[in-house]
């Protein structure tokens, strides 16, 4: 049997960055929230305009407020963008993110720095929903969710 290059990748360039989309009804408290998370930033305002404020204003009044986003200072993560729905959210995220806290550290170690980050985290506005601790094939993680119910995981 032979295989189409362009399903596997073979024929085509390397992906060098991606965009992560959080569909929401308050983007600008959704990305703040983000962006004391995981230590972003907000970008600057398009050419033009002296702040976010600004463009926003000149948007027709049903847009406005409708989208903000946030970057990696270092320019290493993924741009996180979100956007305005009208629908509330239902049911679980079939993806999240995972906040690398605890990378490299085992046992009471790594549940004492998940907990340290937790607590950061629900000052912010987030909510603890639970700890799953080690099963000898899993490390332990803190399962949260931000300010609008978005679930992620210290990990």
Do not use: H
């Given at each position: 049997m032979t295989q189409d290059p362009a399903l596997y990748g073979e024929a085509m360039a390397s992906v060098k960055q991606f965009q992560v989309t959080f569909d929401c009804a308050e983007p600008e408290r959704v990305a703040r929230f983000w962006c004391e998370a995981l230590g972003y930033v907000v970008p600057p305002p398009p050419a033009g305009f002296a702040s976010w404020e600004d463009?926003?204003?000149?948007?027709?009044?049903?847009?406005?407020?409708?989208?903000?986003?946030c970057v990696d200072p270092e320019g290493v993560g993924p741009r996180l963008f979100f956007q305005r729905v009208p629908e509330d959210k239902v049911v679980k995220n079939r993806l999240h993110l995972d906040v690398r806290v605890g990378t490299g550290l085992v046992g009471d170690e790594r549940v004492a720095?998940?907990?340290?980050?937790?607590?950061?985290?629900?000052?912010l506005g987030a909510k603890r929903v639970r700890l799953l601790r080690a099963d000898g094939f899993n490390e332990s993680c803190l399962v949260m969710q931000d300010v609008e119910g978005n679930e992620f995981c210290l990990d």
């Open positions: 463009f926003d204003r000149a948007l027709p009044a049903e847009r406005q407020g409708s989208a903000f986003a720095a998940l907990e340290a980050e937790c607590a950061r985290l629900v000052a």
